[in-house]
């Protein structure tokens, strides 16, 4: 492939298929299927459990952290999440959910990196059973402010400022059910016993 066909090509992998593997280029579309679904479903395990410790941890709210006593998984983490999918597919733009899901993916990587660094000078006395050095940390963040960066100055659209405020609102749940816990909020919290039925969930059992 010269470069003109290499940038002009929709998908580089399959414009490769064509002329390298026939007649066998259907091998790389049904690959990539494959690729798709077992990143899918990776994403389905650990976002459903990363909100599920969030609300174990208290950093969400209480609900999320349940367990279901049938299948022994955090069902209102997994459907919290699903909502969010609805959310995110509602533009039915394929283009446009990449973009939305890499902005606000990279986002958090570049904070998370952020906040390791700023709690490994200012938290010394944590336990750290896993440290990881700071370099890559840096080069993380580094990264990260490339990856979102980069598209917003190269060409700048609207859907970039709609993610940001996506992304905030979630302050207007966090600030009274969780920083503040004002005393509406708790008693709305408190009240969940009939979702708590409903989907069959109980809270985890403490390990300490």
């Known amino acids: 492939m010269t470069a003109t066909e290499l940038l002009q090509s929709p998908a580089v992998a399959v414009t490769f298929g064509d002329r390298v593997l026939y007649p066998l280029s259907w ?3 049904v690959f990539v299927v494959f690729s798709t679904f077992g990143a899918a479903n990776g994403s ?3 976002a459903g459990r990363l ?3 969030a609300g174990r941890e208290g950093h969400m709210v209480k609900i999320l952290s349940y ?4 299948r022994y998984t955090p069902s209102p983490a997994l459907i919290f999440n699903g909502i ?3 959310f995110y597919i509602i533009p039915a ?3 446009t959910l990449i973009n939305y899901f890499s902005f606000t993916q990279w986002s958090f990587y570049g904070l998370t990196a952020l906040a390791l660094i700023v709690m490994r000078f200012t938290r010394k006395e944590l336990k750290r059973p896993v440290k990881c050095p700071i370099p890559i940390a840096v080069l993380v963040m580094i990264v990260s402010c490339y990856l979102v960066l980069a598209p ?3 060409k700048p659209e609207l859907e970039y400022l709609y993610c940001t405020i996506f992304i905030l609102s979630g302050l207007l749940l966090y600030f009274p059910f969780v920083h503040r816990r004002f005393s509406w909020t708790r008693r709305v919290e408190a009240n969940h016993h009939a ?3 409903l989907m069959e969930v109980v809270p985890p059992e403490k390990n300490e």
């Open 51 to 53: 909100t599920y410790v």
């Open 195 to 197: 979702l708590q039925l």
């Open 27 to 29: 091998v790389v579309p």
């Open 44 to 46: 389905c395990f650990t």
């Open 93 to 95: 733009d394929i283009n």
């Open 84 to 86: 969010l999918a609805v």
């Open 152 to 154: 917003i100055i190269d």
């Open 67 to 70: 367990i279901s006593l049938k």
